[in-house]
Nanobody
Framework: QVQLVESRGGLVQAGGSLRLSCAAS??????????MHWFRQAPGKEREFVAG???????QYADFVKRRFTISRDNAKNTVYLQMNSLKPEDTAVYFC?????????????????WGQGTQVTVSS
């Protein structure tokens, strides 16, 4: 059984910052060789790709978060992070951590094998 547990999100003012973390566990899951992703879903919208990091720490970002968000990983802690700066009201969504057993980043939600339960991020104007 693989579990992904996101940190609590929160309420932040526009222009503020927030860091999310996602801790992975599971006997059969080799974190260091997995691609890790963050997706988000706003009310009434489809789940969308935010950022991904591969096993070599190659990173990929959605255009709407470039230069504002940073994804990173700590393989010793089996944890992936999402540092979010210059937050905007349109960043309000439930943020999900996802893991893909393959090493390469994919922006397609269905390519991921495991999902966290999601954490709410609300940005006030």
């Amino acid at each position: 059984q693989v579990q992904l547990v996101e940190s609590r999100g929160g309420l932040v003012q526009a222009g503020g910052s927030l860091r999310l973390s996602c801790a992975a566990s599971g006997r059969t899951f080799i974190f260091s060789s997995a691609a890790m992703h963050w997706f988000r879903q706003a009310p009434g919208k489809e789940r969308e790709f935010v950022a991904g990091i591969g096993w070599t720490s190659f990173t990929q970002y959605a255009d709407f978060v470039k230069r504002r968000f940073t994804i990173s990983r700590d393989n010793a802690k089996n944890t992936v992070y999402l540092q979010m700066n210059s937050l905007k009201p349109e960043d309000t969504a439930v943020y999900f951590c996802a893991a893909r057993r393959r090493e390469l980043v994919s922006s397609t939600p269905s390519d991921n094998d495991y999902w966290g339960q999601g954490t709410q991020v609300t940005v006030s104007s």
